[in-house]
């Protein structure tokens, strides 16, 4: 009876260990396409570091001497500026909406997130038409002062640090501005009636109990707001700032030297880090705890505004939307309006044609990966899969900048291998497959936004039940079989939700399609960005107007969203 039991007993553990080994390899095995999809991520990474370290010192005398400094403080100078101006606009316009009531406050909490649709670049190719010497702001001036020649006035110039950073918080600051007035709407309205009752005014509420509770979301979308600062280049260059961003290229391109170059990339890539940690260490403690069912209508009333201080309320909210919106679009319909006839020309069509397909295979690619590394992460239940599904966030930190750069020197060298194990086996070149196609184009895209993706998808994912492909498995089906015929369509609202993000973000992306696009292939980003360079901002108008009514599609719908919160809003 002994040996039967201990055979028995050593017989079932080498069936368990032989089913650990058949769980381990199981796993391996379902990790792998994620382990490769992190690979292509971190790639460019891997490749700027290693030009980096393996450059000689020989450019560092110059960079330290006559780049780093300069370009250095010019983008912490930028960062200081739009840090604060973001921060008071964002904060401002949140706090107004959430405890004032006041006429067309609905219609302006809407309208105050659409200068999302406008990108960096395009707002500074209108700011710097709206307040040149020509444009209507001077002129208005001289005909209302008699004015003559600039010498006769002084006007602040738009082509400056603080003309940018203008640029930039008049569309940015929507990202600060949504998470504030989240953080007000579901804590900030109660404790502050709370703080009311006890003698408290609206403003000292504010500063005393409202900012500290909104301090970690404040910072959250700030930091956002500084990772696109830091990609930023269109608007840089147009406007004559020479940020670090800007310094990667001339180092390249003017001096030739790649290895100054990936060393300005490396130093990036850690403000860039240090950002990324900034907003993780202000979200470690955001929790909200919404009130219960009973209390969802006794939500306390906003503060009545009538006459002259109603009238300020409007015109202080007012402003940001027109400076990030409405002057771009006057700006470019006004110039439209003259060039119809555009939409008839090959080249703009052609630009339309590529940056929809672009933007389309992009967003395919990048739902395709994100849905991978999801399944795996769901189906292996492992810390591994779970880490490697957070990875690629890492994309969309990096700058655009950076991110081509790298990819360009990893594509050129798979194109070298293939071309030459090719001469070496079969007697042909095969040339550049990858290195200067719109393959490139699309695969930098993927990679920079599919964070985008990863996020939407697994905010869908994480409301179905655990255990439903669970349930389908038992009934026979495979993981695979599973997740195609039960988690997709259920997912089918989110991934449309994750496409529309990519499509839209792909169509607007300019550094790294500047850097990776073919020879004559343009989207709408660089058919702008062309005629910009030459001066020439109103040829580009018609496709500038596209790019923002792609860009609103996104908008449009967390703007629905909003106006649909009854709960919330109003």
Not at 9 to 16: C, E, M, P, W, Y
Not at 184 to 197: C, D, P, S, W
Not at 403 to 423: E, H, K, M, P, Y
Not at 547 to 559: D, E, G, K
Request: charged share 15%; proline share 5%.
């Amino acid at each position: 009876m002994t040996v039967r039991t201990a055979i028995s007993a050593d017989g079932a553990a080498k069936v368990l260990n032989m089913a650990r080994a058949m769980l381990r390899s199981w796993r391996l095995g379902t990790l792998a396409p994620s382990i490769a999809i992190v690979a292509v991520v971190m790639l460019p990474i891997c490749v700027i570091a290693a030009i980096a370290l393996n450059g000689t010192a020989d450019d560092w005398p110059h960079l330290a001497t006559y780049v780093l400094p300069q370009a250095f403080g010019v983008t912490l100078t930028l960062v200081a500026l739009v840090a604060a101006g973001t921060a008071f606009v964002g904060v401002s316009c949140a706090w107004i909406v959430v405890t004032y009531d006041f006429p067309f406050r609905r219609l302006l909490t809407w309208a105050l997130i659409l200068p999302l649709a406008v990108p960096p670049y395009l707002a500074a190719y209108a700011f710097g038409e709206y307040f040149t010497f020509t444009g209507p702001v001077q002129s208005a001036l001289r005909s209302l002062f008699g004015f003559q020649t600039p010498r006769d006035y002084w006007f602040p110039d738009i082509r400056s640090t603080g003309g940018a950073a203008l640029v930039m918080v008049s569309v940015l600051y929507p990202y600060v501005y949504l998470t504030t007035r989240a953080v007000f709407i579901l804590q900030g309205r109660n404790m502050a009636e709370v703080a009311r009752t006890l003698g408290g005014s609206p403003l000292r509420v504010l500063l005393r109990v409202q900012l500290p509770v909104a301090r970690p979301a404040i910072a959250a979308g700030v930091a956002l707001v500084l990772m696109e600062t830091l990609n930023d280049i269109g608007a840089s260059t147009y406007l004559g700032v020479r940020t670090l961003t800007t310094s990667v290229f001339t180092t390249w391109l003017n001096r030739g030297s790649l290895e100054g170059a990936a060393q300005i990339a490396m130093l990036m890539l850690v403000a860039v880090f240090a950002l990324v940690m900034t907003e993780q260490w202000a979200r470690r403690n955001q929790r909200y705890h919404p009130a219960r069912g009973t209390q969802i209508r006794a939500r306390p009333a906003r503060v009545r505004l009538t006459g002259w201080r109603a009238g300020l309320a409007i015109m202080f909210v007012l402003v940001p939307f027109v400076s990030g919106f409405g002057v771009p679009v006057y700006v470019f319909a006004d110039y439209a309006s003259r060039r119809m006839q555009q939409l008839y020309e090959p080249a703009l069509m052609n630009a339309l044609a590529n940056s929809l397909l672009t933007a389309f295979w992009a967003s395919v690619l990048a739902i395709v990966a994100a849905l991978v590394l999801l399944n795996a992460a769901r189906v292996a239940r492992s810390r591994p899969a779970t880490i490697l599904a957070r990875l690629p966030v890492v994309g969309y930190a990096i700058p655009g900048t950076i991110l081509s750069l790298g990819l360009l020197f990893a594509l050129a060298a798979i194109d070298n291998w293939i071309d030459g194990q090719a001469r070496q086996y079969f007697g042909y070149s095969t040339g550049l497959l990858l290195t200067g196609s719109a393959t490139a184009v699309v695969l930098a895209c993927a990679i920079r936004f599919l964070a985008l993706a990863e996020g939407s998808i697994r905010s869908g994912l994480d409301k179905l039940p655990p255990n439903l492909d669970e349930a389908a498995r038992t009934l026979g089906r495979t993981p695979l079989r599973a997740g195609v015929s039960i988690l997709l369509p259920l997912l089918t609202p989110a991934i449309l939700a994750a496409m529309i993000l990519v499509f839209v973000d792909t169509v607007k992306e300019l550094s790294a399609t500047m850097l990776l696009r073919p020879f004559g292939f343009n989207t709408l980003a660089t058919f702008v960005y062309e005629n910009a360079s030459r001066g020439a901002v109103e040829d580009g108008a018609i496709a500038s107007l596209l790019i923002i009514a792609t860009a609103l599609i996104p908008v449009a719908l967390l703007s629905s969203a909003l106006m649909r919160d009854r709960e919330a809003s109003f």
